[in-house]
């Protein structure tokens, strides 16, 4: 069965540090993998998504992540955080249909000026 | 825009009173799936619709109930609601095709229970 772990429930940094948020799933095949962020009382906004081709993904708003199989992993990345920033970050991970899509447990990140 | 739209935002019911959450949208997207989200957990499914062929995952309570009239309609009505299903609601749509798939998400309802 699919599973997604984000190790880390909760992540401090200052603003202008870069930021990395780590994302590890289980799943057999090549899986869809996502991350999407949700800021309070919101919906999910999708940030970037890899389906298969270079393993480093480009997203909205300066976000990267890079697929490692060797790792199992898909982790989060930006150079360079702003205030905005802060929020809840989920990873997903999904079979080619999308029909059955798991989220991770989250992560929230808060930005210190 | 085109855009997944629930309505409302903020939906208080009383313990047992059936209550209606509603789901439209404007991407004539195929698919609509209801999350539910409790409060600092990650969405979990709770059934899909792939056009008209519903999906129920196998822990969803049968006290949760959808009905999809439509391509852009879609409601998630919870017979008797306890204190344990208030949460928040996500409706979301996607499209089966392959490297486009993805999915987009409603702001979400946010049901109180009382």
């Known amino acids: 069965a699919q599973s997604v772990t984000q190790p880390d429930i909760h992540i401090t940094v200052s603003e202008g540090a870069s930021l990395e948020l780590r994302c590890n799933y289980s799943?057999?095949?090549?899986?869809?993998l996502f991350w999407y962020v949700q800021s309070p009382g919101q919906g999910l906004q999708l940030l970037l998504k890899?389906?298969?081709?270079?393993?480093l993904v480009q997203g909205i708003k300066g976000f990267e992540a890079e697929f490692k199989r060797s790792q199992s992993s898909f982790n989060l990345r930006k150079p360079s955080v702003h205030w905005s920033d802060a929020a809840e970050y989920f990873c997903?991970?999904?079979?080619?249909?999308?029909?059955?899509?798991?989220f991770g447990p989250g992560t929230s990140l808060s930005v210190i000026p | 825009d085109a855009m997944v739209i629930q309505n409302p935002r903020y939906q208080v019911t009383q313990f047992g009173k059936p209550v209606t959450l509603s789901c439209s949208q404007t991407?004539?997207?195929?698919?609509m799936y209801w999350y539910q989200q409790k409060s600092s957990q990650a969405p979990k499914l709770l059934f899909h619709?792939?056009?008209?062929?519903?999906?129920n995952e196998a822990d969803t309570p049968d006290n949760f109930q959808s009905r999809r009239p439509n391509t852009s309609f879609c409601f998630l009505d919870i017979r008797s609601p306890g204190l344990g299903d208030a949460a928040m609601y996500l409706c979301?749509?996607?499209?089966?095709?392959?490297?486009?798939?993805?999915?987009?998400f409603g702001q979400g309802t946010r049901l109180t229970v009382v």
């Open positions: 997903a991970v999904g079979e080619d249909s999308y029909d059955k899509v798991i």
């Open positions: 619709y792939y056009d008209k062929d519903f999906n």
């Open positions: 979301a749509t996607s499209t089966r095709q392959g490297m486009n798939t993805e999915a987009f």
């Open positions: 799943y057999g095949a090549t899986p869809y």
């Open positions: 991407l004539n997207h195929n698919v």
């Open positions: 890899y389906f298969s081709g270079d393993t």
